[in-house]
């Protein structure tokens, strides 16, 4: 009987198989590195309709993080300033600037400025500022260096993992009430120790059950 | 002379047959021209498919709010009908596995289409369960993947286990009917005329030869199978009975359900394969091969499994009333006399009372009667399911939400179309596959035995 195959067929076999092992654990990765929130969101820093300088208000005139999002302290949402708060200041200061004419005009019209949202978490995460806050996490922790910023950039993947990371050991997180906002403070030597502490003082038990954030 | 005469009517193949007319017989069939009553039964099935892959689109478009499911029964005609299918599943490899370590000799005519019949009965079982998660697109969830949400699956659940379970006994139910294809592959290779055809077949019989060495690694590789699926009978259907047998809803919360469910489902694959073999042992005059004396032997392990899940009912109302817990009680009174009734009187019908019939040889010889009642046992054995699943969840512990379920169109239809789904695979097999295991067949005939011309040249 005449050979239909030529010889060389034989090899496909073992190499398809090769293939398509070599080609599903490439899919999975792939999906698990550049679908990761990490890879696709860290770094997301759209131009704002102001063009609103972290740097220029926080780092050379020292103004608080409290002072617009006071929210944080008490409520779930550290709240973006309304128009009034920063009329505060710009009823009387910039009033030469070009760039503040879409804050002039919602001051007219009575419309808020459209900001565009950086950090925004799914709808099926709740989350709460203030329990963090109290707890002794700092603004850094989770935004970054926000006073050196000139555009606000999101520095954190903010996926379920990161948040679990912490949940699961919060220790090296937690901070003195007094430096929450300090965006440069450095944990000292003996950090661990305090940390211990003020788990045991404030009770610090963070969730990992699915209900605490997905109610 | 005498010998030949006497033995006739132990042999496993019937009419005279040697090894060149065993072979052309079975190898002829997906040489011959499609008959009509093919086109026919593949055009029914194809509209059923088309129907049931309609009913899948508007489930997801819509949700599972299609199906009658509702508080408190949320499981309904889908799991009933994935434990249907499974169970029906079952027949191919225990065929394959367990008759072949046990050597029984007249597994060779059904094992190639019993094998077809589970792979394409786990296919429309396997359905259920991946449309019945509400969230198709996040289903990838079942299987342990890196994510970035640190999240793994319930390695505590059974359904889980079932998800792996199910997809191992897929895997090497397809292995195990593929390598048992190869030699027969090669077989209609060398036989068909057409260029495609020689291509096609030849593909898939990996360049057998039938060497020696061929057959050694043949033989060891279809060994270590049956090895392999030898558990995997047993374990499918013990996982399934644990999705039900791990919960805490009384009638479902029982340690007899695994072997319960393994006699179940032996018993309505063995009757699904009796009423696929019976038409088409008709149809492609295959009487010689799928002879009386196979639907005999079918229907005693029929009669054998039939019992089992005879006494299986009759203990779970035994230990309902001897463990003392009045849910429990009420669950299998109410079984029998609830609202669900019927279904429970259709179900005892079915699968006590009917394979009775097979006590009788005359019964069990009679080719009527079986195609019937293997019918009447597959109903039976969609009820107990559907008795099973439905019963406890409609009635549990707080009569204030009591309920009762309905199905819904779209709950017929989608079971409906299932057939759809086997019957397309099933006839495509039969028209393009050799339906049976020629050279096993050869291996059983007394020509196989090396002694068989010698013997009978003395006379």
């Known amino acids: 009987m005449p050979q239909i195959f030529p010889r060389w067929v034989n090899e496909i076999p073992g190499r398809l198989q090769l293939s398509a092992i070599l080609l599903i654990t490439l899919v999975i990765l792939g999906f698990w590195y550049f679908g990761s929130p990490e890879y696709l969101e860290t770094g997301y820093a759209p131009n704002q309709p102001i063009p609103f300088s972290h740097t ?49 005009d919602s001051w007219e019209s009575g419309m808020p400025v459209e900001w565009i949202r950086v950090h925004d978490l799914p709808d099926h995460a709740y989350f709460n500022h203030s329990i963090h806050v109290n707890a002794g996490i700092g603004c850094v922790s989770c935004h970054g260096r926000v006073d050196r910023m000139d555009v606000v950039m999101k520095t ?54 699915c209900n605490a954030c997905h109610r | 002379m005498s010998q030949s005469s006497d033995t006739q009517k132990d042999l496993l193949v019937k009419g005279n047959h040697d090894f060149a007319s065993v072979t052309r017989l079975i190898s002829d069939i997906p040489q011959q021209k499609t008959p009509a009553w093919w086109y026919i039964a593949f055009g029914i099935s194809n509209i059923l498919l088309a129907m049931l892959l309609g009913m899948v689109i508007l489930l997801i478009w819509n949700g599972i709010g299609v199906w009658g499911l509702n508080q408190p029964v949320g499981w309904g005609w889908d799991i009933t009908n994935f434990v249907w299918w499974v169970g029906i ?36 079982a396997g359905l259920f369960p991946a449309i019945h998660v509400g969230r198709i697109w996040a289903i990838y969830w079942i299987f342990p993947l890196p994510n970035s949400m640190q999240l793994w699956p319930n390695f505590n659940s059974p359904l889980l286990w079932d998800v792996f379970a199910v997809a191992t006994y897929f895997t090497v139910s397809t292995l195990f009917w593929y390598v048992g294809l190869i030699p027969d592959l090669a077989t ?21 030869t039938g060497s020696n060495r061929h ?7 279809y060994m270590i199978l049956a090895g392999l699926a030898t558990p995997l009978v047993l374990s499918v259907h013990t996982i399934v009975s644990f999705d039900f047998a791990v919960s805490i809803i009384p009638g479902w919360h029982t340690t007899i359900f695994p072997p319960y469910f393994v006699a179940g489902a032996v018993f309505s694959g063995f009757a699904m394969v009796l ?35 005879g006494f299986a009912y009759a203990m779970e109302f035994f230990i309902a009333w001897y463990g003392g817990v009045e849910y429990e009680k009420f669950a299998f009174i109410n079984r029998a006399f609830g609202p669900y009734a019927w279904a429970y009187w259709i179900m005892i019908t079915c699968n006590v009372v009917a394979p009775q019939f097979f006590w009788v040889k005359k019964f069990r010889r009679h080719i009527g009667l079986t195609f019937f009642l293997s019918i009447v046992i597959n109903i039976g054995m969609w009820f107990e399911r559907f008795v099973i699943t439905v019963t406890s969840l409609a009635q549990d512990f707080l009569p204030s939400s009591w309920g009762y379920f309905s199905p819904t169109y779209v709950d017929v239809l989608t079971y409906v179309g299932t057939f759809g789904l086997f019957f397309t695979f099933f006839l495509l097999f039969l028209r393009f596959l050799p339906m049976v295991a020629i050279s096993e067949v050869k291996g059983v005939m007394p020509q196989a035995d090396p002694a068989y011309y010698r013997n009978n040249q003395k006379h």
């Open chain 1, 56 to 104: 220029f208000h926080v780092t050379e005139l020292g103004i608080d993080c409290q002072y617009c999002h006071g929210g944080a302290w008490e409520s779930a949402v550290a709240g973006i300033p309304s128009t009034q708060t920063c009329m505060t200041c710009h009823e009387y200061v910039g009033l030469e600037h070009e760039t503040l004419q879409p804050l002039r």
């Open chain 2, 89 to 124: 599943g079952h027949a191919g490899t225990l065929i394959s596995a367990i008759l072949f370590l046990f050597r029984q000799g007249w597994r060779t005519a059904i094992n190639r289409f019993a094998e077809a019949m589970t792979i394409f009965a786990v296919m429309c």
């Open chain 2, 188 to 208: 209609m290779r060398d036989k068909v005329k057409g260029f495609y055809s020689k291509i096609a077949y030849g593909v898939f019989a990996l360049g057998w």
């Open chain 2, 215 to 221: 057959w050694q690694h043949y033989e060891k590789a």
């Open chain 2, 275 to 309: 009423t696929l073999m019976i038409i088409t042992r008709k149809l492609y005059h295959l009487e010689d091969i799928m002879t009386i004396d196979h639907i005999e032997k079918m229907n005693i392990i029929i009669l054998v499994t039939g019992n089992m899940v």
């Open chain 1, 156 to 209: 954190e993947s903010m996926s379920m993992g990161w948040c679990l990371d912490c949940h699961n050991n919060p220790a090296p997180h937690l901070r003195p009430t007094s430096e929450i906002t300090n965006m440069a403070w450095e944990p000292p030597e003996n950090h661990m120790e305090f940390a211990q502490m003020l788990i045991e003082k404030r009770n610090i038990d963070a969730s990992v059950y």
